[in-house]
């Protein structure tokens, strides 16, 4: 069992930047994937990024790719969401999760384990 806790979240402008961070507890996080995902009102909840379990891989989506950069802490069981030039349509709910090493690829049902989510609200 994984529990995962976001934090970060708030309300910037448009172009400003924002660090999500996502605290672990529980087992062998370094055994697991980890990702972030997001979901906007009234759309399904989509992939942003994923790191692989040492963090030598990398997966975003096309839309952040370039803009947000996603990294992990194994000695402190943290996983990181960098944000930059944030846009309007980054508006949405955060969610961390834990999954196994086919995880990467960004697949949803892959996942295992979830947070509880944080907002991101940027305002034009």
């Known amino acids: 069992q994984v529990h995962l806790v976001e934090s970060g979240g708030g309300l910037v402008q448009a172009g400003d930047s924002l660090r999500l961070s996502c605290a672990a507890s529980g087992r062998a996080f370094s055994a697991y994937v980890m990702g972030w995902f997001r979901q906007a009102p009234g759309r399904a909840r989509e992939f942003v990024a994923a790191i692989n379990w040492s963090g030598g891989s990398t997966n975003y989506a096309d839309s952040v790719r370039g803009r947000f950069t996603i990294s992990r802490d194994n000695t402190n069981n943290t996983v990181s969401l960098q944000m930059n030039s944030l846009k309007p349509e980054d508006t949405a709910v955060y969610y961390c999760?834990?999954?196994?090493?086919?995880?990467?690829?960004?697949?949803?049902?892959?996942?295992?384990?979830w947070g509880q989510g944080t907002q991101v609200t940027v305002s034009s």
């Open positions: 999760a834990a999954g196994p090493y086919s995880a990467l690829t960004g697949l949803r049902s892959i996942y295992d384990y």
